[in-house]
């Protein structure tokens, strides 16, 4: 049972971040990184934010490099929840920054998601 709620975990925290990237790249990297400049973070930042958010949610999703995307996604928690939705407090602040937090560090710590393909090359 624990493999495949780590299954569910894993597509839900993808699908996530993939949706929030595309949402990056669909509404311009420039008005994100304006965005970003506004808060006082390089605005190059929203290009490299944009980049893991949508790769590494299709990674995440697929079962890649699960602990590498885990560790990025932590990053980009930590990030947003310290520069950006502390100062909103917890509730319709940075409540689903730490969700996706915990679940990020979830897949740093975990030693294997099923249905992952990372699984297949460590058997081979």
Do not use: C
Not at 1 to 29: E, W
Not at 54 to 61: C, K, N, R, T
Not at 89 to 105: C, K, N, Q, T
């Amino acid at each position: 049972m624990q493999s495949i709620a780590s299954f569910i975990l894993r597509i839900v925290l993808g699908f996530t971040f993939f949706v929030h990237g595309l949402d990056k790249f669909q509404g311009g990297l420039s008005n994100t990184a304006d965005f970003f400049s506004s808060m006082g973070i390089p605005g190059f930042m929203a290009y490299i934010v944009a980049v893991i958010e949508l790769v590494g949610g299709v990674a995440m999703i697929l079962g890649l490099g699960t602990r590498i995307i885990g560790a990025l996604f932590t990053l980009v928690m930590l990030g947003a929840i310290v520069t950006v939705k502390f100062s909103a407090g917890f509730v319709g602040g940075y409540e689903l920054d730490v969700a996706l937090l915990a679940m990020s560090v979830y897949f740093i710590l975990s030693s294997q998601s099923a249905f992952a393909l990372d699984n297949r090359w460590k058997k081979a």
